[in-house]
């Protein structure tokens, strides 16, 4: 069984900053791409950043410069670093990847966290 597991969110004022992690665990063959969502109350859940397998990233334009996504391929980790943080930027982030393995290759969700930015 694969398993995607969130963890760094919290409380943060506005204009600071946060990194956010997501490791994938189990039986798996290979990661293909992965990627950062956010949901905020209300709304439907966004893509906020991705990342290839060969480590090419793509950025919602809210947050261009100010968010960072990278991985380590050996650990089976995602992150997102998130400077300048705003108000805006409050929501439950997910991770999500496209995980082969002996079952097939799929989409996975992680738990999600949650990120406040107050201001």
């Known amino acids: 069984q694969v398993q995607l597991v969130e963890s760094g969110g919290g409380l943060v004022q506005a204009g600071g900053s946060l990194r956010l992690s997501c490791v994938a665990s189990?039986?798996?063959?290979?990661?293909?791409?992965m990627n950062w969502y956010r949901q905020a109350p209300g709304k439907q859940r966004e893509l906020v950043a991705g990342?290839?397998?060969?480590?090419?990233?793509n950025y919602a334009d809210s947050v261009k410069g100010r968010f960072t996504i990278s991985r380590d391929n050996a650990k089976n980790t995602v992150y997102l670093q998130m400077n300048g943080l705003k108000p805006e930027d409050t929501a439950v982030y997910f991770c999500?990847?496209?995980?082969?393995?002996?079952?097939?290759?799929?989409?996975?969700w992680g738990q999600g966290t949650q990120v406040t930015v107050s201001s």
């Open positions: 990342i290839t397998s060969s480590g090419s990233p």
């Open positions: 999500n990847a496209d995980i082969s393995n002996a079952l097939g290759r799929r989409w996975y």
């Open positions: 189990g039986r798996i063959f290979s990661i293909n791409a």
